[in-house]
């Protein structure tokens, strides 16, 4: 690592590798705490994978490059640290085109209960589908209602967690079995199916009936955010949001430092 050009402490009681959003919120916390603070970043910008662009020429919008979308981020941390940045809700959240008897059709998640309903039933051919989409994310609304307030709490026992939940079937589905097999089970339209395994397996290598079990940490990771599962896009991209996270760090007195990759 080169020498910090003029280091503000000789020694830091916490050095963090990293100045992604985790390790921006790690700083404002420890600095907050009273602590010294190095933030080592490789990179000549903070942000990591959440990060803002202005991709349009002459065009003084900015946009996300990356990760896009904020769910997981507790309101209790933008408080706590006193963040500015805002998100707008999404009225679509996914249009997946598809092809059926030679026919060019899709699936419409969104844009309003109504048209969501009439894109399954013009896909599907009836409200099965529907009826049982409403059902199972009716279930996942509740379950994070339970787990969101656990990620910023210490984290709770197996057994705790599943009191918590209350919900034997629930609880099967989403903690013991692989995923997989719930979809199955509630699905019938090979699309539909495909949709709701996206958010647990995108970004994994595992399968709907992985014994790992991976694919169900993604799944909920898509769907406790903010109690709801609610997906917000922030207004100037990601990259607003780690501005304003290394602007909380900064100003509990951490230091952070560009360009410098630990080693
Ligand atoms: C294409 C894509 C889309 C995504 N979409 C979303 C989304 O919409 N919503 C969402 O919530 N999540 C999304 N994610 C996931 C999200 O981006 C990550 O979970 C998040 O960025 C992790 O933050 P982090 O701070 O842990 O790490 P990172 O963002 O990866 O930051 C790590 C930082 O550490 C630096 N670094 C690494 N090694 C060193 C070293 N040796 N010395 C100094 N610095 C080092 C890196 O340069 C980087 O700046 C997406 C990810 C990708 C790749």
Request: charged share 20%.
């Amino acid at each position: 690592m080169p020498a910090l050009a003029s280091p503000a402490h000789a020694s830091y009681d916490a050095v963090i590798v990293g100045g992604g959003h985790n390790g921006l919120v790690a700083a404002a916390y420890l600095a907050r705490a009273g602590r010294t603070v190095l933030v080592l970043e490789r990179l000549g910008h903070t942000g990591g994978a959440a990060v803002s662009t202005r991709p349009f020429a002459g065009v003084d919008a900015r946009l996300s490059r990356y990760s896009y979308l904020v769910s997981l981020l507790p309101r209790k941390i933008v408080d706590e640290l006193g963040l500015r940045f805002a998100v707008r809700k999404r009225t679509v959240s996914s249009y997946t085109p598809a092809e059926r008897g030679g026919r060019a059709t899709g699936l419409l998640v969104g844009g309003g209960a109504d048209r969501t309903r009439e894109s399954f039933a013009a896909l599907t051919g009836g409200d099965a589908e529907y009826a049982a989409w409403q059902e199972f994310y009716a279930t996942t609304l509740r379950v994070a209602e339970r787990v969101f307030p656990t990620l910023t709490e210490p984290l709770p026992e197996r057994a705790e967690l599943r009191a918590r939940i209350d919900d034997e079937a629930a609880w099967r589905m989403l903690f013991e079995e692989p995923i997989g097999a719930a979809i199955e089970e509630r699905f019938a339209d090979d699309l539909v199916r495909g949709v709701v395994l996206t958010d647990a397996l995108i970004g994994t290598f595992a399968d709907a009936h992985d014994p790992s079990l991976l694919q169900n940490r993604c799944f909920l990771y898509h769907v406790v955010g903010g109690g709801t599962g609610d997906w917000d896009v922030p207004v100037g991209g990601m990259g607003a949001l780690t501005d304003a996270l290394a602007d909380a760090a900064r100003a509990a007195g951490a230091e952070i430092v560009t360009g410098h990759e630990a080693t």
